[in-house]
């Protein structure tokens, strides 16, 4: 049952992170932040009840959107086994060339390369700049925005960052449309390709 409950407390998290996310742009980096003190705040407190930590299996793979490696994209491997000793949801970033590995933590010093055996339903997500607008260029404007609010300045229209827009198709991104699959096996190579249309 407490396993129900924390399995259900981490989708909760996830759409905190969500709203967050496409409240504002300013939020977008300190949500995801949030959103992992959060989930390992939670494992810490559920784990401590346990005095060993399960058995993991590396677990790694690789993201494409329309034929090219896609780099910066959140992968979340969410367990769909309520009962299982992985709770909640795992969380990577792809590198430039669109490769991640996924990591457990158990308690507050225990971290393990990989996930439990488990189904994983999987989501991916990718904020982007509007229009042509670069991410140099956002990330630019948002610099002399945070500058002119810390010295008690109001914004103009201008100034004000334009909102992140998700660039991955909700059939990808939307946690409750997706139907991106990932059964990660005991002792075998587990690594998954996704190539988002």
Avoid at 162 to 189: C, T
Wanted: proline fraction near 7%.
């Amino acid at each position: 049952m407490k396993t129900i409950i924390v399995y259900r407390f981490h989708f909760f998290l996830l759409a905190i992170q969500w709203y967050l996310i496409m409240a504002s742009p300013k939020t977008c980096r300190f949500s995801l932040y949030l959103f992992a003190f959060l989930s390992l705040s939670l494992t810490v407190g559920c784990s401590s009840n346990s005095p060993d930590t399960p058995e993991t299996v590396p677990v790694a793979g690789s993201v494409s959107f329309q034929g090219k490696p896609l780099p910066g994209a959140s992968v979340i491997f969410m367990n769909r086994d309520a009962t299982s000793p992985q709770t909640g949801t795992l969380n990577s970033i792809t590198d430039d060339s669109g490769k991640f590995e996924l990591k457990s933590y158990f308690g507050a010093r225990t971290v393990k390369n990989g996930a439990v055996p488990g189904t994983y339903k999987v989501t991916i997500l990718k904020m982007v700049p509007p229009g042509e607008m670069t991410e140099n260029e956002y990330e630019a404007k948002v610099a002399e925005a945070d500058r002119i609010v810390s010295g008690g300045g109001i914004l103009t229209a201008d100034q004000t960052p334009p909102e992140l827009q998700q660039l991955i198709p909700r059939k990808y991104s939307d946690a409750s449309l997706s139907q991106l699959e990932a059964k990660v096996m005991p002792n075998q190579e587990n690594e998954f390709q996704f190539d988002l249309k």
